[in-house]
């Protein structure tokens, strides 16, 4: 038979006809096992409706690989194919793993550091505003975009979705044991999207913002609707899980332990092992990470100087989804400043954490950025992409915090580093010269000065280090000493930092 | 005999002549008791050089006082006296007590607010910088001022001080036995400029940054120099006793129960019942403010919107003595902005506590405000001074905050109510109108749009309130009705603070 050649980490994907009849959805099983390069991998296939059978597969390494379908019904199982796995697409680097505990990289290694934005609901808006997301993306600087398969009903989102998710029923009522195809072919073309723009899709599973009546799907429903997502969208490499928005807010309907299930799940039916995690509403309900299902941490909290204390909470890396968003509609978790967003980017950074961006600005037609996508107003995303490109030209591990919340001077300002490089962000801070954490031994530096609001970048005056008098309390005498080889010129103004290379 | 008239709330003082030989500090006790208005009142008497020894007394009630004095000597047993107490002077309100449980008020009743600054060793400078402080502090604003006893050692102190506080002995060492009265005499005539200005002198007993040996004074020569203290300036209407400044940087030297033991001692000896604290260096190392002895909670935490936590631990009236202080000098307690630390006043004021002031920016002689005194260079004070007569312009009982550090949205935003008025700070956060916490009935309220940096005031815009989509889940739904009569037009910027006074 003709084999496909399939890039390595694209999709391959191969259709079969079988029975229209009764619910296949419920009724029929069907799966895939490729081997290759002397490994076997069990692939679930899945339903797209009139009578056609798919079985996606990402392959992770180049070379012939092999399938054999498996099923309930005899018209699906034993069916065999090939595809040859030739090098990746340029600028295509695999699924986003966990790296160095903290941190993430791609398959191949390159360091990934997530510079996140939000849009809930934008494959659920007319075409024409997904375009415009879409051109927006390409321009604005973020790697991630947090997005829910379900649509949105929430104060400044009362619009139909463009497509429902699950099918009406002959009784004209949502039927949440058949899933609309048109909605999922739409989405998971949006995700592709994504994938060639090199930006990881972060897709929300379940939300408690619901009309529909997604929120009161039975345990069933949920267990078959999280497997066949896995089914559908596991082969896109931009994929993460995330298992909800403020899962807390649906515990009167999903208990705990149906949200253990739903991680088994994917484990069980995403063979390449995407990136799961779950993040709270209330700051006092954050979902226990250390669970060995989670691969790294998601919260929603504004008190970012605390990012050391929730990655040391769980051991895993901290991805902080909404530290508040940039905006001026009611909701105080809307309107913050730019200035204020972009500090705390800053800050959740240098305490080695990774903070999510939103917007909401009010519109005249509630388009508004964080849950429909369109246009950005603001002036966080600038400065944020300006962040991301300065730690991109020297971050590789992960960025570890210099001290944590309660260690001097860096439960104040913010510091962190990363083998060669160092940085210190002063925030609401502005000293008019700085001697902590910079080197101790006179040797080759650059020392740079940044202001992160004007995103200019600029030698730093390099000075005497601060010897400080010494403190005395008795036969105890503490200081007197500078702490560093040279100190540095501040501006004494905000929101500046300083970037230490070691110059080989 | 003749007899002295006194305001109330002034202090009475008689001096006798006795023993000068030996060390009257050591071996003679002396005190009297004052009979009038049906009350007895114990009131130490204190040595003070010379063979002078000073009974201070300050009456709490008009009306006739008489005293007869104890001694272990008996040139100074049984000396009686007396005075007849006036009406205070104008403006004088007698010593702060707390009132309404949280809060505090002058023992007339007339509602004190704490706007402090810190000073730490302004009484130890040369006479003209003195005079350059009182002079800064008559327009500042400020009503409270934190100032040491003992001189400070310590980065930008390194001056020897004006007086020293305890006497050199023959063998050229300093005589922790020997109080010099020349100090002290010096350091209550501030206290009594202080109070004629209005001015509560938070006076700091210990602290750690010494070169002069205070730090390792033992145990009862402590208790003598606080007992002693008390019989000095407890008379003095305006005295706050602060135990110490970073008490826990000390306990190697001072374990805890000697810190109890000093409060015990004011007790015993302060027959005024001043305001008593005490505060932490390290943010861990709160001293147990529970404690039946500490009157208010004093507490350093740059971390204000945990204030309504903070009050909550304790039940007592919550004052951060230093949420880091405006300035520009390396260490990073003391260089915030501005704008950063008028916020935290805000914030602080607006979650039920009292936020201290200090500035530190260099300076070439490193007179600096919060250790010298001298004069301001910032502009935080006019701000806090802004906020301090909008606040006693309607303030009577004290603020209760509106919500705590976890509901919603005070938890974000802060806003705080005292009968009649209400007022929200939006901080860093830039709503371009408002709803939430304005009053629930369409009555008669004047309705202010505040701008804490620009310090102006104007009546807000009244909108429509906010008429939120619901959010539903499932069968449940929230949301869908305004939660005020009205909402009001805000300008979209950060900072912003409203005042609501409802009008009889």
Redesign the interface.
Known sequence: MSQATIPVWDVFEVTFEGPAEGNPYLEVEFSAVFTGNGRTVRVPGFYDGEGRYIIRFMPDAEGQWHFETTSSVSALAGRTGGLRAVPARPGAHGPVRVANQFHFAHADGTPYLPFGTTCYAWTHQPQSLQDETLETLGKAGFNKIRMGVFPK??????NEPLHDVFAMGADGKRDFDQPNPVAFRHFETQVGKLRDMGIEADIIIFH????W?Y??MSAEQDFRYVAYLAARLGAFANVWWSLANEYD??L??KPMEQWDRYFQILEQNDPYGHLKSIHNG???MNYDHSKPWVSHVCIQN??V?KTPDWRADYGKPLVNDEP?YEG??????G???A??LTHRFWVTALRGGYAGHGETF?HPDDIIWWAKGGKLYGEAWKRIKFLRQLLEEDVTTGLTPLGGT?S??W???SGAEDGHVRYIY?G?????????GLPTEDGAYEVDLIDTWAMTIEPAERIAP?V??P??????VR?GKPDAAFGVRLP???HMALRIRKLD
Do not use: M
């Not at 403190?471 to 105890?476: E, F, P």
């Open positions: 009903d929430y104060p400044f989102n009362t408690p913002y619901d009309r009546g929120c009161d807010f649906l009167d309907t209330d700051v006092r504004w008190d100087k508040e001026n509609i009611w909701p105080a978790w309107n913050i400043s200035q204020e009010e309660t001097w001077p439960s104040r300002v002063f609401e801070h502005q000293p008019a010269q700085w001697t902590t601060v400080p008098h403190t005395r309390h008795g036969a105890v200081g004494s103004r905000p």
